[in-house]
């Protein structure tokens, strides 16, 4: 029997009983559903990642897309699995009826993703951006721009990507040279080049909707001065069939070390008279619209890390079960039977680590999706505004904790398969490879921490920080009753106490001393914020599970509530005192890195 892709109980333990999605039937925009419907939904994805997606796993690994200087070739199986999606209406579950979507909560949306997103990596990321490409022509284009450009994108006709990074900005958008000059008939004509744009050329739709950041002439310098177009691929006619090639070519396709069933494009807009595009909302906001998509993928990032991670469990929890090799030290007949690899408390270890950083990063993201729906349809209008603020801060931590971590899970599925988790009949190797990209799109790690520690935690006099932070103390205060959990509890509140702390000495320091130097160990604030939250969710995992031991009447309940309080107790003892080592070195400013001269490296 093959290793379960992810597993059913957590899904329904995270869905049903930690955030507890049935109570958002209560709200108006949820009202006609209830658990049946959000289970149909899993169910559909699940057997949709089985059939069409695990069977070809490696296969899509094995065959990277290819360029013949004409056209993209894709294996074939791919599309029939995203038909097998759009079919069953989980391109863009979480939208409005009369848009063609099932309406679900953000959250329920993702659990029903999961099977899809741990099973077909980045394939499903074709939809994924074109879901998130929809949502922002939807909130800031034009009522025709929507009728032109959203519906087919809704209905699975056309794809959509994002295209900023170009080959000699990267990340710094404000130095992006691609430019926009104004027509007559309101069209602009576009012209430069982007790269790493993914899903940027294929066949697996009638036409493809780039969303470009370009410089109208005449435009402020630096991120200021940058608008937002579409781009299609195809030009679409007034009666909304797709008519003649626009000025976007394909340059060539980037090879990449996972993620293999995805294109990476280098797109070139406008090599003779422009691109045509059109302006989405207003000339000199693009990065403020871009900002509404890239965030959703950011999310969506850290959410495909969390389930890469998870996946890599189960199949090396599996396979630990399973596999028979040596004895313990404490067997002395050497003529005893081998025990399976999951009895050595090394491998047990390892189990443990995976179990901890995975589902505790897909705990992260799930609250994350829960903060989305709370955003748009929490009853109040100050609860709304609650789960935006905290939304906002904690963006960063949801994109890069378990962007970094999870490859580190996946790592130790590798170890626990030992030689052969190196070698590509199992597919712990891949999923190593399919996760390493996820540390550096959509803002690298160093970014992020940047975005966090400068800009995030200051901002609106600390407000998103202070909320955040709350959130856990309350947590803490409240866990204190529980007398199994008083100590993780009081760990939990001295961490918080600690991070105040260290926040306090570099905010300090930053109004009297070099920035670059004060910030410069930013990803260690960071590390160390994104610890604290886990070790709040494994807290808030483990009440539950505590809770739940003397109502559980079967042995598979308790087995698995037991399992919840193991891991927040491997948490709080190996990982949540780093955070005083990470704490140390932003506070202390250590400049080891900072003082490194590049002569010397």
């Not at 897309?65 to 999606?85: C, M, N, Q, R, S």
């Not at 959203?150 to 710094?172: L, N």
């Not at 105040?500 to 009297?512: C, D, F, P, R």
Request: hydrophobic share 40%; with cysteine; aromatic share 10%.
């Amino acid at each position: 029997m093959p290793a379960p892709i992810v597993s059913r109980r957590d899904i329904e333990f995270f869905l049903y009983e930690m955030f507890d999605i049935e109570s958002l039937t209560t709200r108006e925009r949820y009202q006609d559903h209830d658990r049946e419907s959000f289970d149909a939904a899993i169910d559909i994805a699940q057997a949709i990642a089985e059939k069409y997606y695990i069977p070809i796993r490696l296969k899509v690994d094995s065959n990277q897309p290819t360029f013949d200087g004409k056209k993209v070739h894709i294996i074939p199986e791919i599309k029939e699995g995203l038909d097998a999606v759009i079919e069953a209406g989980l391109i863009a579950p979480t939208t409005d009826y009369e848009m063609g979507g099932m309406q679900l909560p953000q959250i329920a949306a993702s659990g029903a993703s999961a099977y899809l997103a741990a099973a077909a990596s980045t394939s499903i990321g074709y939809l994924s951006l074109t879901h998130a490409n929809s949502n922002l022509i939807e909130a800031y284009g034009t009522p025709q721009q929507i009728e032109k450009w959203v519906i087919p994108q809704r209905e699975g006709r056309f794809f959509g990507t994002m295209a900023m990074t170009e080959p000699g900005a990267g990340s710094g958008l404000g130095d992006l040279t691609t430019s926009a000059t104004k027509e007559e008939d309101g069209t602009y004509r576009v012209k430069g080049n982007k790269i790493w744009i993914s899903g940027g050329d294929h066949d697996l739709s009638e036409n493809i909707v780039h969303l470009v950041l370009a410089r109208v002439k005449g435009a402020p310098k630096g991120v200021k001065g940058i608008s937002l177009f579409i781009v299609p691929k195809f030009l679409v006619n007034d009666d909304g069939k797709v008519g003649e090639q626009n000025e976007v070519a394909l340059a060539g396709l980037f090879h990449k070390m996972g993620g293999r069933g995805q294109t990476s494009t280098a797109l070139s807009f406008g090599e003779q008279n422009g691109a045509e595009g059109y302006l989405v909302g207003e000339e000199n906001k693009g990065l403020m619209y871009m900002f509404h998509m890239m965030n959703e993928a950011r999310i969506l990032v850290g959410t495909g890390a969390a389930l890469t991670a998870l996946t890599g469990f189960q199949y090396s929890l599996d396979y630990a079960k399973g596999r028979p090799q040596g004895r313990l030290l404490s067997a002395k007949d050497p003529l005893s039977p081998p025990v399976n690899i999951i009895e050595h408390p090394d491998v047990r270890r390892m189990l443990l680590t995976q179990k901890a950083y995975s589902e505790g990063a897909y705990a992260l993201c799930l609250y994350g999706h829960q903060l989305v729906d709370d955003e748009k349809t929490a009853p109040t209008e100050s609860e709304r505004k609650h789960a935006s603020t905290i939304l906002d801060f904690l963006t960063p931590i949801i994109k890069s904790w378990p962007s970094e971590w999870g490859p580190k899970s996946n790592d130790l599925a590798i170890q626990v398969l030992g030689g052969h988790g190196y070698v590509n009949e199992h597919p712990v190797e891949m999923f190593y490879r399919d996760n390493r990209l996820n540390p550096i799109h959509e803002g690298t790690t160093g970014i992020q921490s940047l975005d966090l520690l400068c800009r995030k935690v200051p901002m609106n006099d600390f407000k998103g920080y202070q909320a955040f932070l709350n959130e856990i103390h309350l947590t803490a205060q409240s866990v204190k009753s529980t007398q199994s959990l008083q100590t993780y509890a009081l760990a939990l509140q001295n961490a918080i106490n600690n991070i105040q702390e260290v926040t306090t000495s570099v905010m300090g320091a930053s109004k009297t001393q070099n920035l670059d130097l004060v910030f410069s160990n930013s990803v260690s604030y960071l590390n160390m914020f994104g610890h604290l939250t886990i070790a709040w969710l494994w807290l808030r995992q483990a009440d539950l599970a505590t809770k739940q031991l003397d109502k559980a009447p079967h042995d598979d309940d308790k087995k698995f509530y037991n399992g919840k309080i193991q891991a927040m107790k491997y948490f709080f003892n190996s990982e949540l005192p780093l955070t005083y080592h990470w704490g140390n070195l932003v506070k202390n400013i250590d400049s080891a890195s900072f003082d490194t001269h590049p002569d010397w490296l």
